[in-house]
Nanobody
Framework: QVQLVESGGGLVQAGGSVRLSCAAS????????MGWFRQASGKEREFVAA????????DYAASVKGRFTISSDNAKNTVFLQMYSLKPEDTAVYYC??????????????????WGQGTQVTVSS
């Protein structure tokens, strides 16, 4: 059974930074992609970033490219999302997700079948 546990959210001022962590278990890491999605109040959940675990290939949403970095610590089965230059519009619940979809870096929400509980990130102006 796949388990994903996020941590690291909180309240931060605009321009600040936050690092989210996602501890994973029960995955076949060699064939898995880990993703981060976010859902702002009243909006649909959207893709943020993803990393193909075994190849360290990454992809980002245009809105966060250059400000966010996704990385992994394979020894600790943990994926990180380092967020810099945060804006109020980055405020959302951030979810970690996992998939064994064979697409090199799946970007669509429907391609992911395991989800964490989410962690709130609030960026104040």
């Amino acid at each position: 059974q796949v388990q994903l546990v996020e941590s690291g959210g909180g309240l931060v001022q605009a321009g600040g930074s936050v690092r989210l962590s996602c501890a994973a278990s029960g995955l076949t890491f060699s064939s898995s992609t880990m993703g981060w999605f976010r859902q702002a109040s009243g909006k649909e959940r959207e893709f943020v970033a993803a990393i193909r675990w075994s190849l360290s290939i990454t992809d980002y949403a245009a809105s966060v490219k250059g400000r966010f970095t996704i990385s992994s610590d394979n020894a600790k089965n943990t994926v990180f999302l380092q967020m810099y230059s945060l804006k109020p519009e980055d405020t959302a619940v951030y979810y970690c997700a996992a998939t064994t979809d064979p697409t090199l870096v799946p970007l669509r929400l429907a391609q992911y079948n395991s989800w964490g509980q989410g962690t709130q990130v609030t960026v104040s102006s």
